[in-house]
Nanobody, 123 residues
Framework: VQLQASGGGLVQVGGSLRLSCAASGFTLVRYTWGWFRQAPGKEREWVSYIRGSGRTTAYADSVKGRFTISGDNAKKTVYLQMHSLKPEDTAVYYC?????????????????WGQGTEVTVSS
């Protein structure tokens, strides 16, 4: 069971990035997939999740309307499309998987984690 996050980088304010989380050993629709982020000196915070066969999604208020989470079952990959990036979006972004398909916004609810990909938004 492995998660591989990628797609981070340096982008200017207002720019866009797409993060990817590729999985091995998982079937997407049976689990909840989350994105979290951790800025320097701050706690890890939930950003978004996608869950269940209906692909229910949810977003933190801070990213709602700017970020979109999606999944490709065939590729076993979950994406986080980020638009209108702000300096406060600067963080290391982590993807995670929760066993079961219930809603979850706490890091403690997720059993498997990717290694993180760094996003820096410059002003």
């Amino acid at each position: 069971v492995q998660l591989q996050a990628s797609g981070g980088g340096l982008v200017q304010v207002g720019g866009s990035l797409r993060l990817s989380c590729a999985a091995s050993g998982f079937t997407l629709v049976r689990y909840t997939w989350g994105w979290f982020r951790q800025a320097p000196g701050k706690e890890r915070e939930w950003v978004s999740y996608i869950r269940g066969s209906g692909r229910t999604t949810a977003y933190a208020d801070s990213v709602k309307g700017r970020f979109t989470i999606s999944g490709d079952n065939a590729k076993k990959t979950v994406y986080l499309q980020m638009h209108s990036l702000k300096p406060e979006d600067t963080a290391v972004y982590y993807c995670a998987v929760r066993l079961g398909s219930s809603a979850a916004t706490s890091a403690a609810d997720y059993a498997y984690w990717g290694q993180g990909t760094e996003v820096t938004v410059s002003s």
